[in-house]
């Protein structure tokens, strides 16, 4: 499979808002079956200088991955971002993720030189979690009933990973 990973650019916002309402997908994120292609016009053109914003996409510029790094805005925070990862259902598990979140960890590390990424997932997200494990995250509580899926409240792992930078 080719894919090319780049930040995302506004032409993106309707691959990336069909991945955010698509079955396989919006359950494990904070998406909904009603996400719309404008909310995410939206959401890019409103991106700042502590949102980093990615997206894999194939040689016909079809959307099969997005990833996201927001820097903590408060001045005494600017060491933490957070992340978040998605793949196209047709794509997961062949390792687009991973690439993804190597990605945001090489500008995590190596660019803006953040001590602490950071992530909530499903405690019940195993391919997630070990996407993460796999990368350096760590679990630090479990989060209960913090969020709504399929008519249940569900509960969420903290995750973390912490990189003293070299000097
Ligand atoms: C979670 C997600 C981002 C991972 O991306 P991906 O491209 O599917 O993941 P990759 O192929 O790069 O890696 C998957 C890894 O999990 C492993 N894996 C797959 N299913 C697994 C399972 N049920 N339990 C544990 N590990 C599993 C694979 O073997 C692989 O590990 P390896 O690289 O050590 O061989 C993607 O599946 C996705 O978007 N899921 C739906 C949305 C979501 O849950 N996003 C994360 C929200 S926190």
């Excluded at 933490?80 to 047709?90: C, F, I, L, P």
Aim: proline residues 4%.
């Amino acid at each position: 499979m080719n894919y090319t990973i780049r930040p995302t650019e506004p032409g993106d916002a309707a691959g990336t808002a069909a991945l955010r309402r698509m079955p396989g997908v919006f359950e494990t994120t904070l998406g909904l079956p009603s996400c719309r292609s404008a909310d995410s016009v939206s959401f890019l053109s409103n991106l700042g200088p502590n949102d980093h914003h990615f997206v894999a996409v194939l040689e016909d510029g079809t959307v099969i991955g997005t990833a996201s790094l927001q820097v903590c805005g408060n001045p005494r925070m600017r060491h933490v971002g957070e992340v978040g990862v998605m793949v196209h259902t047709d794509y997961q598990n062949a390792g687009v993720g991973t690439a993804l979140l190597k990605t945001l960890l090489d500008l995590a590390d190596n660019w803006l030189m953040l001590v602490r990424v950071e992530l909530t997932v499903f405690a019940d997200n195993e391919r997630a979690i070990h996407l993460y494990e796999k990368l350096g995250f760590e679990k630090e509580g479990l989060k209960r009933m913090t969020t709504v899926r399929d008519g249940k409240y569900a509960d969420e792992y903290m995750m973390a990973r912490i990189r003293t930078p070299q000097i």
